[in-house]
DNA sequence: GGGGAGAGATGCCGC
DNA sequence: GCGGCATTTCTCCCC
């Protein structure tokens, strides 16, 4: 069984295939690419996403979805990974002029990550702790498609005036402002009123985002959002001694 | 040499390493994560990025950007990469309970990627044919940083009106409209003129964005972006009969 | 290095 | 499926 035997008997399974190689690649979909030859990682993924990774950087340099169709072809013009992806109208060819090693397996993998710290987190935790945004805030709903939009946190201030939270969990820029500018026009365009209070809340923010906020009488309220949530009360972490 | 040598060697050099492996991991950061045992592929790159693929999706379930520092780790508890960012503050450990393959290899990639068919192409389309935006359409600047922030399109109607262009290349939402927007008010702000038109180009828009757009006078002009630019006369695209 | 915007963005959850 | 938005977004470009 040679190299592309293997390559063949991955495409056509639900198996994990890994090759090193010796390619070029072209690509034509959403946009067109091309990628002279050179060394790289090909990972072929057990629903058929397909990444193509050079020796450097975080992604992949050229890439198929899952549930693409991959087509081993070999003739006197050389070995070729041809994959189709008719439905998004997506398209790429390799062309394996070396292959320095073909690893195939299956890969048993039940289990799924559990992640916290984002944001759906921060704004739970400002409900927790209406304090921090300070003026009386009394929060009603969070992180809820309402009638006017995905509002992270809504609520009023005890002095009939509507609160609309917009946080961050890092650096605001100029479009959180003008997220929350579209969510307190919108409420004050159906309600009719004017009492309406505007509050971005992120750890920081940008010189040009902060003067925005300012322009349209919103509130910046720096808070650092929590290191991390813990949602079990034995939370023994290995990681932790760093 | 068994896979522990070849790991440390793989870690410690510019080489790229291919681990497939059952292992369980943890992650602290921007967020904090935790992945139970599974079978996955780990990818260490020259560059010391670290990525961890589960045999199903597009994207990383875990990663660590380049410049990483690598550490592997074997004592009574087991095998373990021990992986630290210590100026972005990240940490990830991985622990390895079994080994299925290590592979090792300097890649040879001296090539980029050359791509095309992205926003920029499409400003430049439309600058050479603004017929396509209609209304009497000059151009005068596309792609600029001006005085009033990154401007796609910028030119005049022959009228004494400003125009400004924001295109999209694929279906517009409420974000290309604010964007817009303030493009249109900064200018608006600063020339203390009313005569500036905001033009939406794309090939289509949502129903929130059409309506917010027609709210504050702006017209969406519905272009298709070009399939492909075709930079050079000769191009001949193997690709090209799927 | 920070700021701002695109990306072949991807992925998630809502309707 | 579309729509709206977060993302351990990432990447590039410009100041």
């Known amino acids: 069984m040679d190299d592309a035997d293997r390559i063949r008997e991955a495409l056509n399974t639900s198996q994990t295939a890994v090759i090193g190689a010796r390619c070029a690649v072209e690509y034509s979909g959403r946009a067109e690419s091309k990628l002279a030859t050179g060394d790289r990682i090909i990972l072929?993924?057990?629903?058929?996403?397909?990444?193509?990774?050079?020796?450097?950087?975080?992604?992949?340099?050229?890439y198929m979805k899952p549930q693409t169709v991959h087509e081993f072809v070999q003739d006197e013009a050389g070995m070729r990974i041809k994959s189709r992806d008719a439905k998004r109208k997506e398209y790429m060819d390799i062309l394996l002029e070396k292959i320095h090693f073909v690893n195939c397996l299956t890969l048993e993998d039940p289990h799924s990550i559990q992640l916290q710290g984002n944001e759906k987190d921060f704004s739970d935790y400002l409900s927790l702790h209406p304090e921090l945004i300070g003026d009386g805030f009394v929060p009603v709903s969070r992180e809820e498609q309402?009638?006017?939009?995905?509002?992270?946190?809504?609520?009023?201030?005890?002095?009939?005036?509507?609160v609309v939270v917009e946080c961050k969990r890092f650096k605001a820029g100029p479009d959180a402002v003008t997220q929350l500018r579209r969510y307190v026009e919108k409420i004050k365009a159906s309600k009719g009123?004017?009492?309406?209070?505007?509050?971005?809340?992120?750890?920081a923010i940008t010189k040009n985002a902060l003067q925005m906020a300012e322009d349209w009488g919103f509130t910046y309220k720096s808070v650092e959002p929590p290191r991390f949530l813990v949602k079990?009360?034995?939370?023994?972490?290995?990681?932790?001694?760093?």
Chains 1, 2 share one sequence.
């Not at 993924?45 to 050229?62: E, I, S, Y």
């Not at 309402?146 to 509507?162: E, I, P, Q, R």
């Not at 009123?193 to 750890?203: E, R, S």
């Open 44 to 62: 072929v993924k057990a629903d058929n996403a397909l990444l193509v990774h050079q020796p450097n950087g975080n992604t992949p340099v050229n």
């Open 146 to 162: 309402t009638a006017y939009g995905f509002v992270d946190l809504f609520g009023h201030d005890g002095d009939n005036n509507l």
């Open 193 to 203: 009123v004017d009492g309406i209070k505007g509050v971005l809340v992120a750890p």
């Open 232 to 242: 079990s009360k034995k939370d023994q972490r290995s990681i932790g001694d760093f």
